[in-house]
């Protein structure tokens, strides 16, 4: 027998800069979450610190003598990795590195890392290698080359490992040739959706670990992976969910937004982030037991205004409310988001009442029509019966009139083969 034994977790300092645009507890809360993402990446956080500067060193980010502090810190404490929140630019890298004698990564660096461990499918994986190549052109560095090749570790995943061989030629063509395969995708994407759009269509949006997969599962009876870590879903996945009898809508879950997400990133996931600019409704989830669930809705809607996606008709559901303390949010709640409702995807409280919610949009989504159709048309009227509810129907002599609620697509659909139809006679 073969004993395996489990590698040692790397050890991190994290830094932050505070310049005056936070406070010092929302410093600390991005610091925390900065502390959640590098336990996501496999690491151990030892020590937090905190820098306060009115902006940032163009050399040291921090300041070079607030950068020999941490040296000392690091050597004492056998430190592998140090991580910023926010992103440094490839001199700061260079100088750093130089000075610690360690990697250094930043914000845009592990979150790049974190989606590469997690990516599954061909489309993830291209997208990943791509963010990765991107931020990684200006950064090339031979600071640490012992440590990538014979550790690995936290930054080294997918391209990384080959970073230091890599030229910027070779880089730049490997980057177009991904562009390419991407471009592949999404219009293979598109002609599986275009199949779609008989069904009005809905997507969950939200702030990374606010429990949209768990919701997801509750509202469609699925399986999906729903972990208690941040990006646990990197895929878009579809399901079919029943309002009412002969009423369902097609439901995607889409990967979690996180402030600070690489503008690469956003880039690359184009493809899959698709599902929110196509989808007709927007759900978004918001974890209301987090303290800071609306710098969150903040983040996600800056995502959707990115995405061409803000205008969508929404609906915010605040998940979790079982492990909510105060209770005084949800008269909070109550009187300052309009189009919401209070949730526990976890629990199933209020399950039914969010489902009346999307149902009423739905409702809104169709219309009710009275037409007339020659006999000799049966294409068209078999045609109304496999994409609309069929009311009523009355034989004339020379008509058949057929009463019908269609959604607003299909409604559109109709009418435009009937014209086609009246055109050619």
């Not at 926010?86 to 360690?102: G, H, I, S, W, Y």
């Not at 008509?399 to 435009?416: C, E, G, P, V």
């Amino acid at each position: 027998m073969i004993e395996l034994k489990p590698v040692p977790k790397e050890r991190a300092i994290l830094i932050a800069l505070s310049t005056g645009e936070y406070s010092k507890e929302q410093i600390e809360e991005h610091l925390d979450e900065l502390e959640l993402l590098t336990d996501t990446a496999g690491a151990e956080t030892v020590f937090k610190v905190l820098q306060e500067k009115s902006k940032p060193d163009p050399a040291y980010f921090i300041g070079k003598g607030k950068a020999e502090e941490i040296a000392q810190l690091i050597e004492l404490n056998n430190i592998q990795i140090i991580i910023f929140d926010d992103d440094l630019n490839p001199t700061q890298v260079r100088n750093l590195e130089k000075l610690f004698e360690r990697k250094v990564i930043d914000r845009s660096g592990l979150i790049l890392d974190i989606f590469a461990s997690h990516a599954k499918t061909r489309e993830a994986k291209t997208q990943i290698e791509l963010a990765q190549l991107q931020y990684m052109l200006p950064r090339l560095t031979r600071a640490w080359t012992h440590l990538s090749k014979q550790y690995g570790g936290i930054g080294t995943k997918g391209p990384g490992e080959t970073q230091i061989e890599t030229d910027r030629r070779i880089i730049r063509t490997r980057i177009s040739k991904l562009k390419e395969n991407l471009k592949k995708i999404e219009s293979q994407q598109q002609t599986k959706s275009s199949g779609r759009k008989e069904f009005i269509t809905a997507t969950l949006v939200g702030y990374t670990n606010a429990g949209k997969s768990t919701l997801m599962n509750r509202l469609t009876n699925s399986e999906l992976l729903a972990e208690d870590k941040l990006f646990a879903t990197l895929d878009s996945t579809t399901r079919a969910l029943t309002l009412a009898k002969g009423k369902n809508i097609l439901l995607s879950d889409t990967v979690g937004f996180i402030r600070k997400l690489p503008h690469h990133l956003v880039a690359s996931f184009k493809s899959t982030l698709n599902v929110v600019k196509e989808a007709d409704i927007i759900l978004h989830v918001i974890d209301v037991s987090n303290e800071y669930f609306e710098e969150h809705i903040k983040v996600v809607n800056e995502t959707l205004e990115d995405l061409n996606a803000q205008k969508k008709t929404q609906i915010k559901i605040f998940n979790k409310v079982d492990l909510l303390k105060d209770k005084s949010k949800i008269d909070y709640i109550a009187q300052h988001y309009s189009d919401s409702i209070i949730i526990s995807a976890e629990r199933g409280i209020n399950i039914n009442n969010l489902k009346s919610m999307i149902l009423n949009l739905y409702e809104k989504y169709f219309v009710e029509d009275d037409i007339f159709i020659q006999h000799e048309k049966s294409k068209i009227i078999s045609m109304i019966y496999e994409i609309a509810d069929v009311l009523d129907i009355k034989y004339h002599d020379d008509f058949t009139q057929i009463k019908y609620r269609a959604s607003t697509i299909n409604h559109n659909l109709i009418k435009k083969l009937l014209n086609e139809e009246n055109e050619l006679e």
